[in-house]
């Protein structure tokens, strides 16, 4: 339908159409040049216009719409006509710094006139959204408009989330639920289970290790029963270290979990369709020295293979500190959260801080579990072994397992009431 030309020399990208009285009007981001920053190539592009009475054939092509100096990379437009007027939302880069969202009006869709008091959304003082907002989406939901961007933490390691901000001050409105935990090492299908109802997962890798726990080993079914698998790390010397920053000792532990693996579930149903992927990563990960970034990369594997799309985030690129309950609340803020979802485990540690959570207007559920039984190589079945176990018994029905496990989630009082 278009293609590139003299106008368009180096791509279009991002676009957005909008049929109205009998035209299709085509906005798009027209890669114009590229500049050698050192050693990086920077591209620049702009917001270009076209027009199409029957949505093939295209004119107008020459039109910049937005775009200049000031504004070297503009891109993602998002439009509206309300009263007569066509409203425009798209991100831009100021150079050599990070992206943000502008605004713009045109009676006849070509001719724009910039209104950056009117975007509606800036920068946070503090949170993800402090640094950098993109990729705006408008909705009209009866009187409310809402904006939903991605808002990316960190430009040089790339780690992206969206984040829903409301145009009129709604943030909140729908609190976004937050789960934070401690990356461990293949976990139970409970952890899986937080991951499924979480807006946010946060891995809480900034804290202090503890060895001989969950977070260096896990356990999987044999023939007589549940068996250990421990990656093997350093703590010689290294007594308080965090666990982002604990190291695998030796990296001959994979393939002996792997060897476990295999003898223990040949037999599975679904082994063949997900072994070799999940050795790959244990090969993948194993022969690096980082235990945090082994733990997170499989669970991040299992959670693509029972199709979660939860927004992970590591609690060390964030900027919360503060011990215990005090951590967890500032990384609620960060991230815009009022719903904090916690394991039972955490129950009487909340309970002592609870009045710090209801300051900060947080509400605290617990998850409720109930173990649920599935399909297993042995005949008894046998609870609390890892994720391992039931992806490679159940496969693509895994995740309607782990979720047949889920009640509903307790508040602190139902607790103290069902405790009694």
């Given at each position: ?21 009998g035209t299709w009007h ?110 705006p989406c408008v909705l ?253 018994n159940e496969g693509p ?24």
């Amino acid at each position: 339908m278009i293609e590139r030309s003299d106008n368009d020399p180096y791509g279009m990208a991002s676009p957005f159409v909008l049929y109205d009285n009998g035209t299709w009007h085509l906005w798009y981001a027209s890669y114009r040049r590229w500049e050698l920053r050192g050693d990086e190539p920077w591209p620049h592009y702009e917001i270009r216009y076209a027009r199409s009475t029957d949505g093939v054939n295209w004119a107008c092509r020459n039109r910049r719409c937005i775009g200049s100096e000031d504004q070297e990379a503009v891109a993602r437009p998002y439009i509206l006509k309300e009263d007569g007027v066509f409203k425009m939302w798209y991100c831009y880069r100021i150079k050599y710094g990070n992206y943000t969202i502008g605004y713009a009006e045109s009676v006849n869709a070509e001719d724009w006139e910039l209104m950056p008091d009117k975007v509606g959304i800036e920068l946070s003082d503090s949170g993800p959204d402090s640094l950098m907002m993109a990729y705006p989406c408008v909705l009209i939901t009866g009187e409310r408009s809402i904006c939903y961007t991605t808002v990316i933490i960190s430009a040089r390691k790339g780690y992206a989330w969206p984040l829903p901000i409301s145009l009129f001050n709604a943030r909140g409105k729908t609190p976004m639920k937050t789960i934070i935990m401690q990356p461990t090492y293949l976990p139970w299908i409970g952890y899986f289970s937080l991951i499924h109802q979480a807006d946010y997962f946060v891995f809480l890798d900034n804290v202090q290790f503890e060895k001989q726990s969950w977070q260096q080993r896990n356990r999987i079914l044999g023939q007589n029963g549940l068996e250990w698998i421990t990656v093997p790390v350093l703590i010689k010397g290294r007594f308080g270290q965090l666990i982002r920053d604990v190291e695998i000792s030796s990296n001959e532990f994979y393939t002996k979990h792997i060897k476990q693996i295999q003898q223990n579930y040949r037999c599975a149903r679904y082994y063949d369709d997900y072994a070799a992927e999940l050795f790959d990563r244990f090969a993948e990960y194993g022969k690096k020295p980082s235990l945090c970034n082994l733990n997170i990369a499989l669970i991040e594997w299992f959670s693509r293979k029972l199709c979660l799309n939860t927004q992970f985030i590591r609690a060390s690129d964030l900027n919360a500190g503060g011990r215990r309950s005090e951590r967890l609340i500032n990384i609620l803020k960060e991230l815009g959260s009022s719903l904090y979802i916690s394991p039972m485990g955490s129950v009487e540690y909340i309970r002592q801080d609870y009045p710090i959570f209801k300051s900060s207007n947080i509400t605290v559920l617990f998850e409720n579990y109930v173990h649920p039984e599935y399909r297993q190589v042995y005949n008894e079945f046998t609870p609390f072994a890892s994720i391992v176990d039931l992806l490679l018994n159940e496969g693509p029905d895994s995740l309607s397992v782990i979720v047949s496990g889920q009640k509903d989630n307790l508040t602190l009082k139902e607790i103290s009431i069902w405790v009694k």
